[in-house]
């Protein structure tokens, strides 16, 4: 054989053996793929995947509509892509992979619900790969031009979430007439660019006004607080969305809110739930419960065989007045001013909202008595037995609203009040943090229902410990907190043990037992934090510590050293 054939027929034999491996691959591959296709599933299936965490409040109100909107013989999941908290490239990369390898493993779902930016444009981008020819659901969308765009296509549908600044700013300057300009508070996430974007687009409605900005993304947590410090006071401020600083701070609703409420010296304005009630007086709100509700009926509509094509592809932000009476009083602003029909936080009732439904009926009762006065007993009875009844749904709202209702502890809200009132008694106590170890892997392994049966049975073994000197709470996601309610080492040391102990006895998951484990972090008032605020993050730090360490493990924060 001549060396030009002979250098052809090695060529040959060579690209042979590279391509070999990659179609008898390709074959397995094909072969697997039809061996695990899933059977037809027994029920409707609609899938919500989040942008942010299911912590971000708006998130929590969002999931509320969508469930009271979903059907009860729906199977509903959840998937958060956490991007306020880390948003790049890897991110985004690790949740399409750990997401597609879950969808290959259940059976596939009838609608995708999205909520926010972020999860819009991730299932733009892997529509194919993971969602093709499933319905599409979008709210809480701030891109308008995205959501437009999107829409085109005859399976997606959606609606917005349209931050009115013209709504507010004109109910801002009926509340201030005299306003000079008009101040925005940003950050340059996706969200916060979009509302930028939005912010200034109305400064041409209202030329009398000056519009600028706090970008928080380029200010370190002092220059944050130098800025707000410096607003004059004849400005309109605006909270828009502030997750960062540029010292790599990162914010929840809660903090940020605490940090305006405390430096601004004017109230401020909000276009979204998360923060009014706490120090925001409010304003024109995309109300994110009546937006999942929405995305929820739509869903329903299309599982009952509706074409997802009849639907208005945008639908309109639905947007609220929600205000707090204490701002308003705080800043010496007249409540008639409020908006007809706005809901109003912090409320104080007048005379008459407070006793109407006494008053009337105890009116006609003496009328009825100075009438017929052999009937004096049985109405007597009647009004006492109103009184009773009153009473009785008073004490039933007001233990429904300190209680969580999954695992029937205390809640977050009763949490804050209960520690703020020990703390003002000047009195020594603990705080003992604790995070379920690889609770995400238990709901990506056994389902959101298992996680929800561990977190009710570890709820339940919490407060079965609970006595004078330590109090269960639940926290937030798989976290519990519990207040150390004592001085003395050894009963603190004897109530940490019975903590430890909640995990001696397996877990069912999915029916069959499991050994569940958990992180503790103890901080103790006043060693190592006077505030609320530092003790919880003292105890979270040496939680987070006990988490990195190994997990299954109590920390100290006192004894964390350099780590601190």
Not at 59 to 76: P, R, T
Not at 310 to 334: A, H, R
Not at 453 to 480: C, K, S, T, V
Not at 514 to 541: R, T
């Amino acid at each position: 054989m001549n060396p030009k054939r002979l250098k052809i027929f090695i060529s040959l034999l060579l690209l042979l053996h590279f391509l070999l491996p990659s179609i008898q691959f390709g074959c397995l591959s094909a072969m697997s793929l039809k061996a695990a296709e899933p059977p037809a599933p027994d029920s409707d299936r609609v899938l919500f995947i989040s942008s942010y965490s299911y912590g971000w409040d708006t998130v929590q109100f969002q999931i509320e509509g969508i469930q009271a909107g979903i059907g009860q013989d729906v199977v509903l999941d959840y998937e958060f892509m956490d991007t306020k908290r880390v948003d790049d490239e890897t991110s985004a990369r690790q949740f399409y992979e750990g997401l597609s390898y879950r969808l290959s493993l259940v059976e596939p779902y009838d609608v995708i619900i999205l909520g926010d930016d972020a999860a819009l444009l991730f299932a733009l981008k892997y529509r194919d790969q993971l969602f093709y020819g499933i319905p599409l659901i979008f709210q809480g969308v701030n891109n308008e031009e995205l959501a437009i765009q999107a829409a085109k296509d005859p399976l997606i549908a959606g609606i917005l979430e349209k931050l009115s600044f013209e709504e507010n700013i004109n109910f801002a300057r009926r509340l201030f007439p005299d306003a000079k300009r008009v101040v925005g508070i940003f950050d340059d996430t996706i969200t916060g660019q979009a509302e930028r974007t939005s912010f200034y687009q109305n400064a041409a409605l209202f030329p009398e006004l000056t519009f600028s900005e706090i970008n928080t993304s380029v200010l370190t947590s002092e220059g944050l607080k130098t800025a707000l410090k410096n607003i004059p006071k004849d400005t309109i401020l605006i909270y828009a969305i502030m997750t960062q600083d540029a010292s790599g701070k990162t914010y929840t609703n809660r903090e940020a809110t605490r940090l305006i409420s405390e430096y601004a010296c004017m109230p401020a304005f909000r276009m979204v739930s998360g923060g009014i009630g706490e120090g925001l007086l409010g304003g024109n709100i995309v109300s994110m419960e009546l937006s999942g509700k929405l995305a929820a009926d739509i869903a329903m509509q299309i599982l009952s065989g509706t074409d997802p094509a009849s639907f208005d592809q945008v639908m309109d932000s639905p947007n609220i007045y929600c205000i707090d009476e204490s701002v308003m009083k705080q800043f010496g602003l007249p409540l008639s001013l409020i908006p007809e029909g706005a809901v109003i936080i912090n409320h104080t009732p007048t005379f008459w909202e407070q006793y109407s439904t006494i008053l009337l009926p105890a009116f006609l009762i003496i009328l009825c008595l100075s009438l017929i006065s052999a009937l004096m007993f049985v109405d007597n009875r009647k009004r006492r037995r109103l009184v009773t009844d009153l009473k009785r749904t008073q004490q039933q709202l007001r233990v429904s609203n300190e209680h969580d209702f999954l695992t029937g502890l205390e809640n977050r809200s009763k949490f804050t009040a209960d520690l703020a009132q020990y703390l003002e008694h000047g009195l020594p106590c603990g705080l003992v943090m604790l995070d379920i170890d690889n609770f995400k892997k238990i709901n990506d392994t056994y389902g959101h229902t298992a996680g929800d049966a561990a977190l009710r049975e570890l709820g339940q073994r919490l407060n079965a410990i609970a006595d004078d000197f330590l109090r269960p709470y639940r926290f937030a996601g798989d976290e519990f907190i519990l207040i150390l309610k004592t001085g003395d080492a050894s009963m603190g040391k004897k109530s940490l043990s019975r903590c430890i102990a909640v995990f001696d006895k397996p877990i069912l998951l999915a029916g069959k037992p499991h050994m569940v484990s958990g992180s503790f972090g103890v901080a103790f008032s006043p060693q190592d934090a006077a505030s609320a605020e530092q003790l919880i993050i003292c105890a979270d730090n040496a939680m987070y510590y006990s988490k990195t360490h190994g997990k299954n493990m109590l920390s100290f924060y006192n004894a964390l050293g350099d780590e601190n």
